[in-house]
């Protein structure tokens, strides 16, 4: 199946079986940010960005993709939030096993771009889809509102 979608800001066309889902896709050009958890759509560590929202790859089959836009972290990159978050990720500590921390980062841009003065809850309902075992939630909340509060500097 043809199909022609834009990843990170460029076209891609590409062939692909039917039934490949994106996480599989993407993990077959070396986009390595988004990591293989449960492929249920359950764990959140697959997230990427579709049209600005977080998706989870793994349920997102490349059939369906035509024309949509995905982004990853490799994506988001060159930008000075996310320069800015991961600084207040590794500022806090919030970075430790560091399997979900590109879904945290993504989620937190996702809510930026629809709430640029997120409170609490808004924050915990972004991270909410996405299972960590290591930090226990508490230490990529405070980097959020850091980066909410503009109190970081990168």
Known sequence: MHIKFYLNGKVVEADVPAGMNLLEYLRSVSVFSVKRGCDHGECGSCTVLMDDKTRNACLILMGTLDGERIETLEGLNADRRMELMQAAFLDEGAIQCGYCTPAMLLALESLLR?????????????????????????????????????????
Do not use: L, Q
């Open 114 to 154: 629809a709430n640029s003065k997120p409170d609490d809850a808004a924050i915990k309902a972004a991270f909410s889809g996405i299972y960590c075992r290591c930090t226990g939630y508490v230490k990529p909340m405070v980097a959020a509102k850091k980066v909410v509060m503009g109190e970081v500097d990168g």
